[in-house]
């Protein structure tokens, strides 16, 4: 069963949000299956899926190239998400 995409991702049953993942152009890691890493032209990340949010970290996208993190929580709907992780730092 497919939520529409204005539902909240706590409301997606994991194997859903991992073809979300998926279909974002993500990696799941083989050792640790809650992170997620993705490359995009401009960026670079690597996602966690936590107890309560999803915790995003854009790899040296800082001013003086530090690592920029941010957390979102589960209650944002999957098309919230979408805009705010994937349109990068």
């Keep these: 069963m497919v939520l529409p995409s204005n ?3 706590y409301n997606h049953p994991l194997p859903e949000i991992e073809r979300w993942l998926y279909s974002k152009g ?3 890691d083989s050792d640790n299956l809650h992170c ?3 490359e995009h ?3 670079k990340a690597d ?3 936590e107890v309560d949010s999803i ?3 854009y790899i040296e996208a800082g001013e003086s190239g530090q690592d920029v993190q ?3 929580k589960y209650s944002l709907s999957r098309q919230d998400l979408d805009e705010a992780i994937f ?3």
């Design 7 to 9: 539902t909240p991702l």
């Design 26 to 28: 993500c990696r799941q």
């Design 36 to 38: 997620w890493h993705t």
């Design 41 to 43: 032209a401009a960026w």
């Design 47 to 49: 996602i966690w899926l």
């Design 55 to 57: 915790l995003v970290r």
């Design 70 to 72: 941010r957390s979102f």
């Design 87 to 89: 349109a990068g730092p």
